[in-house]
């Protein structure tokens, strides 16, 4: 049985691109993967690992020398001259060794424990190198920049990156003898930054390396941010389907004797015009079926001394059976309590199923009127008439409705359309200045993951903006981009992830403000953590994070998380977000301007809680 184990780590894996996080000690499903390739390793029965070490060596040395879970013998070989090449690095190690059999396994891949068997089973060649092969194409993330093989028989008649036909990959693991080493040297004395694979070929045309095929399982290769999530995602499918597993044990499955299908498609109408709350007389808002019907105006305290009164002045002029409900400004009507409370004022004033419940005011009206619309009789009637920006950009143009809970923000709701929407632009001259900033960090948010043009429309314009074309302007783009993806990926585990960007950190930040920060304040700060999220993992560049720090800055909307707000209070309010999963986060993370990052088809991209928390101390001071 092979006693000891070469891992080369010693590489800058610029290609991952982590800022602040060596290669090595990258988290896949909260392990740094050099710990869990040497758990392994100790599990595998190997006595001693010898780890050759060079960019950032004192960090890695540091992790894991004295590691509680760490039984085996370590020996780290820093290696002045990491950078020539793996040969170089390997034959470091080299001296390290003692004078036996050995394994080779890359620092930064990721293996299934059945592989490990599988290798240490495996027969090597006399005078040669047993290699890991993986010959299903649908086991390999990055097909195209992996290290192929061809096959003869058993043995790799071919090794290289560049092979144009292959019969597998190799998969990084490899059982050698003091031939590899020989190899090495030579290819190391033709050129000082030769790879391993270089050595290998030479032993493939001596009919030296022979292939084990890979069965027990399945490995990944880190090299990139792409292929770091599409592990991360294996391990947390791999954690659900053993507790899957595991109730599969103790269950009986029933059969259904019966079914049925419910619910069709539902079409909302959305007017977007100038004096359209002026003209509620002659609006024909409420549709000739419900004329004899009793109606709802919710509206709140400030709306109605605007506007609100007169409105339904205008609806009763007009023959309408309407009463008005007014609730508090803000956040504090969005209450379970308030909840009950308003459905039972509507129900003593008595309804029919053709009573209509309109909303007239900002997002939280348009939340709490939609939800009791959503569940009065299991459904009525609901028409949204919204007077702020963020409301005419993003909460009233939606079928979510909801009220907050005690620990945070929308969690009881409903997926409920309203049957029109009626979007005055007029209204939002009464807003003051900061009403108007606040709404256009939704704006921002469709411009940053779901349109290029527009976000360098939005950087590029320098008027007043409260002028009233360009608010009609991103008014319309705004419900256009949104209508697209409610049509396309209405719950939203797509494209739609975009509706989400920001607000899985916004949401606890505003939370924990106690509502001081109003909507989109705390988006655009939850923005800013989202880009350096996505910075960290290497999905987007400096300029992406750089550039969300100039559009939050010009149109006035915060970039820092206030202090009295810790990392600890953001993270257990996250927990309380609908895409979070008992296995982890997820984030809706942008790639590029205007173009969210997808892995494998899925945007809700898992995040480690210590990459969420690094971006969040990075957010309490302003961006540089």
């Known amino acids: 049985m092979v006693r000891q184990i070469l891992i080369p780590a010693a590489g800058r894996g610029a290609r991952l691109d982590r800022p602040d996080t060596v290669k090595p000690l990258v988290d896949v499903g909260g392990v740094p993967l050099l710990e869990r390739l040497l758990r392994q390793c100790q599990d595998a029965g190997i006595e001693r690992a010898v780890v050759v070490v060079g960019y950032e060596a004192r960090t890695i040395i540091r992790a894991m020398t004295f590691h509680p879970a760490l039984e085996l013998e370590l020996v780290f070989v820093e290696h002045p001259r990491w950078e020539e090449g793996q040969a170089s690095s390997l034959l470091a190690g080299v001296a390290a060794l003692e004078d036996s059999p050995f394994l080779i396994a890359m620092a930064d891949h990721y293996y299934d424990d059945g592989l490990w068997r599988q290798i240490g089973a495996a027969n090597r060649p006399v005078a040669g190198v047993a290699a890991l092969v993986e010959a299903r194409r649908s086991q390999v993330f990055d097909w195209a920049n992996a290290v192929k093989v061809r096959l003869l028989g058993e043995q790799v008649s071919e090794i290289g990156r560049a092979l144009r036909s292959a019969d597998g990959v190799d998969a990084g693991l490899f059982l050698c003898g003091p031939e590899l080493i020989d190899e090495l040297r030579r290819s190391y004395a033709d050129d000082s930054a030769a790879e391993l694979t270089d050595a290998l070929q030479r032993l493939a045309r001596a009919g030296r390396l022979r292939a084990v095929i890979a069965r027990d399982g399945s490995y990944d290769d880190i090299d990139t941010p792409a292929s770091l999530i599409h592990a991360e995602m294996r391990v947390r499918r791999e954690r659900r389907e053993r507790k899957l597993a595991d109730a599969r044990r103790q269950r009986h499955p029933i059969e259904a004797s019966y079914e049925f299908r419910t619910g069709k498609p539902t079409r909302t109408e959305i007017i977007v015009g100038r004096g359209l709350v002026a003209r509620a007389e002659t609006l024909a808002l409420i549709p000739d079926e419900s004329a004899s019907s009793p109606h709802f105006v919710f509206t709140d305290q400030t709306v109605y001394r605007l506007y609100g009164e007169s409105f339904v002045g205008g609806l009763r002029r007009a023959g309408y059976d309407v009463h008005a409900i007014v609730i508090a400004d803000g956040e504090e009507s969005k209450t379970l309590a308030n909840y009950v409370h308003l459905v039972e004022r509507v129900l003593g004033r008595g309804i029919d199923e053709r009573s209509i419940m309109i909303s007239i005011g900002g997002g939280a009206v348009c939340n709490v009127c939609g939800l009791i619309a959503s569940t009065l009789y299991r459904g009525i009637g609901l028409i949204h008439l919204p007077t702020t920006l963020m409301a005419q950009c993003d909460a009233a143009i939606s079928h979510k409705q909801g009220v907050n809970g005690a620990r945070g923000k929308n969690l009881v709701g409903s997926y409920y359309a309203p049957s029109r929407i009626v979007v005055d632009i007029d209204v939002l001259q009464t807003l003051d200045d900061w009403l108007i900033y606040d709404g256009l960090a939704e704006v921002l948010k469709h411009a940053l993951g779901q349109d290029r043009g527009y976000a360098e429309l939005l950087m590029a314009y320098d008027g007043d903006p409260r002028d009233p074309d360009f608010l009609e302007m991103v008014v319309r783009r705004n419900i256009e981009l949104k209508c697209r993806l409610m049509a396309d990926d209405p719950k939203e585990h797509r494209q739609g992830m975009v509706l989400q960007y920001g607000h899985t950190v916004g949401h606890p930040v505003e939370y924990q403000s106690g509502y001081e920060l109003y909507h989109g304040q705390a988006v655009a700060i939850g923005m800013m953590v989202a880009a350096r999220v996505a910075r960290i993992l290497g999905a987007c560049d400096d300029e992406l994070v750089e550039l969300h720090r100039r559009l939050i ?33 997820r984030l809706a993370l942008l790639c590029e301007l205007g173009r969210l990052w997808q892995v494998d088809g899925d945007y809700a991209i898992p995040v480690p809680e210590t990459v969420i928390r690094q971006a969040i101390e990075q957010s309490y001071e302003v961006a540089r």
């Open 553 to 585: 800055t010009k149109y006035r909307l915060p970039l820092a998380i206030p202090k009295g707000i810790s990392p600890d209070d953001i993270l257990d309010t996250m927990a309380y977000n609908k895409r979070y999963l008992m296995e982890g986060h």
